[in-house]
């Protein structure tokens, strides 16, 4: 099946991490990772998985640690291919060592690559299908940016010049919202970066490496105006409950 917008063939293949212990939100993760935690009435995967499976995702790799049994009796029974990709040392290690052990499973497949925590609306991923970079990064323009923001900076036209925390927030663009679609092309040039990588990286901090040696072309795709929201904190579920309780 091809994109209508893009004439590239739409991506079938996603990846969620759910590694994280989600400690500011206990006791509601003491018994599950905070990606099975509920709002609105589902839970913040089983959406994440519902708007994936709608547009066409026939493969779903879990990036898991904390309380993998728990997400697995989650997706019992789900009609969809299923592959766990377990971080044994998700309690020492940053998001890039999770992403990193999902390479067997993805191959050299496109693929989406989600994190667990972020309610987002489905028109997110015809958007990023249609751009033609071989890394199309959701941000959000209009966010009111923070010193914990994962802060994007631009060059020439939608092109991503750098990632990270510690980016100014005067020369950001934008917030990256943690969603993104990586081309087949590029899928094991990244894989086997983030192997090589230090265990304390954030997987953006080996997007800006690879941009930063000129072999990685990254696209901000504008969401500012899709309704989004990361789960960190108590008053970020309240945020997310507020959000889908307007309908989105």
Known sequence: MENSQSGLEATRCAVILVAGVGSRLRPLTDDRPKALVEVAGETILHRAVRLLIQYGITRLVLATG???????????????????????????????????????????????????????????????????????????????????????????????????????????????????????????RLFDALSACAPDLYYEDVYAQLIAADVLEAEAVDVSDLPWTEIDTFEDLQHARQLLGAGN
């Open 66 to 188: 904390y309380r993998e049994d728990a997400v697995r009796a989650a997706l019992d029974g789900l009609d969809i291919e299923l592959v766990f990709c377990p971080n044994p040392r998700f309690d020492s290690t940053q998001n890039s060592v999770s992403l990193a052990l999902c390479a067997d499973a993805v191959g050299e497949r496109s693929f989406f690559k989600l994190d667990g925590d972020v309610i987002f609306q489905p028109e997110l991923l015809p958007r990023l299908d249609a751009c033609q970079a071989e890394l199309a990064v959701g941000v959000d323009a209009g966010r009111k940016l923070d010193a914990e923001a994962m802060k994007v900076v631009l060059g020439e036209g939608r092109r991503i010049h750098t990632f990270g925390k510690g980016v100014s927030i005067a020369q950001s663009a934008g917030e990256s919202i943690g969603i993104e679609r990586v081309s087949g092309r590029l899928s094991q």
